[in-house]
């Protein structure tokens, strides 16, 4: 991948947020001034109807919603950390670790890698715990880089 999945200017830390469409509407600003979302409420748009088809919470307090659009320009994640927590119907509570995977329209396979490594990483306790902790965005982007993109 030429450009990096995550970058410290897509990762916010101290999110307040209303519920998980004001977040997930947080996370795409992000995408969109980094140049990697075109239109903001197209892509909104196609995350909601994603996230209609089944929830994205995962156990352990994470929020994966995700989605494929003619709108993004580049496989992209996006992270929030919302200490108050916003409910995207997980069994177990609120997310407070919210990823926000944007895949190109034609990027099937991408998207797939994306969410599959994430996945494997997130039953971790240890790795939620790091990214809880992580004292900015740049230290988040960098452990998100090291344990889950592909080298």
């Keep these: ?32 001034a ?8 197209g892509f909104a748009a196609d995350v909601k109807a994603r996230e ?4 994205t919470g ?37 997310a407070t670790l919210v990823f926000l995977i944007a895949a190109p329209a034609s990027g099937d396979a991408d998207h797939l890698k994306i969410l599959a490594a994430l996945a494997r990483r997130l039953v971790h306790p240890e790795f939620r715990q790091s990214l809880t902790d992580a004292p900015d965005a740049a230290t988040v982007a960098e452990i998100i880089t090291r344990e889950v993109v592909p080298a």
Excluded at 52 to 55: K, L, P, T, V
Excluded at 59 to 85: D, N, Q
């Design 34 to 41: 980094a140049g990697r979302v075109t239109d903001a409420d």
């Design 58 to 94: 995962m156990p352990g307090g994470i929020g994966l919603p995700h989605a494929r659009s003619e709108y993004v320009t580049t496989p992209s994640l996006a992270l929030g950390k919302v200490p108050g927590g916003v409910d995207f119907g997980a069994p177990d509570g609120p």
């Design 1 to 32: 991948m030429s450009t990096s999945l995550i970058t410290p200017d897509l990762v916010a830390v101290d999110v307040v947020a209303t519920d998980r469409d004001d977040v997930v509407r947080q996370l795409i600003d992000k995408l969109v």
């Design 52 to 55: 209609a088809q089944m929830a």
